[in-house]
């Protein structure tokens, strides 16, 4: 029961990554919103970029992450295969 509620936070897709980077802009952005608020002038909007860059490194970080992962699934496929016996 363990293993399917584990399952549930693995992103598997690029589809997946697209959503979970796009609640996190949002949420970034709105506290970005808040900086600007309670920060005023160049430090809440340098406070904001922060924010916005964050989400971008994250983001970039996921992408690449769900890659090499596919790349190293399909190594280990094709070691396998090319180890079988004929």
Not at 5 to 26: D, G, M, N, S, W
Not at 35 to 40: A, I, N, R
Not at 71 to 82: F, I, M, P, V
């Amino acid at each position: 029961m363990l293993r399917k509620v584990q399952r549930l936070f693995v992103i598997k897709t690029r589809v997946e990554a697209y959503l979970i980077i796009f609640a996190l802009a949002l949420g970034a952005m709105t506290r970005g919103a808040h900086y600007t608020l309670q920060y005023p002038g160049v430090g809440g909007y340098l406070l904001f970029a922060a924010t916005g860059g964050a989400v971008f490194l994250g983001g970039a970080k996921i992408l690449d992450a769900l890659r090499y992962e596919r790349e190293a699934k399909d190594a280990d496929a094709e070691t396998l295969h090319s180890a079988a016996p004929e």
